[in-house]
């Protein structure tokens, strides 16, 4: 069964960078598509980055263009991303998505929280 966790997130000053990871500790066997959303308090939830299963980039969002890559390890398991140029703007809950291909019934990871100081 899938089960996404994030790691990576913390503290980082503004021009500073991070690498987030979302690994799935369950039992899938299916490769399937996988996103990154954020969301900060009061703020609607935005749709960072997101990749095809078959691990080829097809969306960043505008705001982050330029800064921000999406990758997959498809052996591992796990998606990334790479977060440079950090603003304090991008202060947020970083949460990772996937879709099973099989059921499609969506899962999402409990998020792992970002903070860049100005």
């Known amino acids: 069964q899938v089960q996404l966790v994030e790691s990576g997130g913390g503290l980082v000053q503004s021009g500073g960078s991070l690498r987030l990871s979302c690994v799935d500790s369950?039992?899938?066997?299916?490769?399937?598509?996988m996103s990154w959303w954020r969301q900060a308090p009061g703020k609607e939830r935005e749709l960072v980055a997101r990749?095809?299963?078959?691990?080829?980039?097809?969306y960043v969002a505008v705001s982050v263009k330029g800064r921000f890559t999406m990758s997959r390890d498809v052996a591992k398991k796990s998606v990334y991303l790479e977060m440079t140029a950090l603003r304090t703007a991008d202060t947020d809950g970083y949460y990772c998505?996937?879709?099973?291909?099989?059921?499609?019934?969506?899962?999402w990871g409990k998020g792992t929280l970002v903070t860049v100081s100005g």
């Open positions: 369950g039992n899938s066997f299916v490769s399937n598509p």
């Open positions: 990749l095809t299963s078959g691990g080829v980039r097809t």
């Open positions: 998505w996937t879709q099973d291909a099989r059921t499609a019934i969506e899962h």
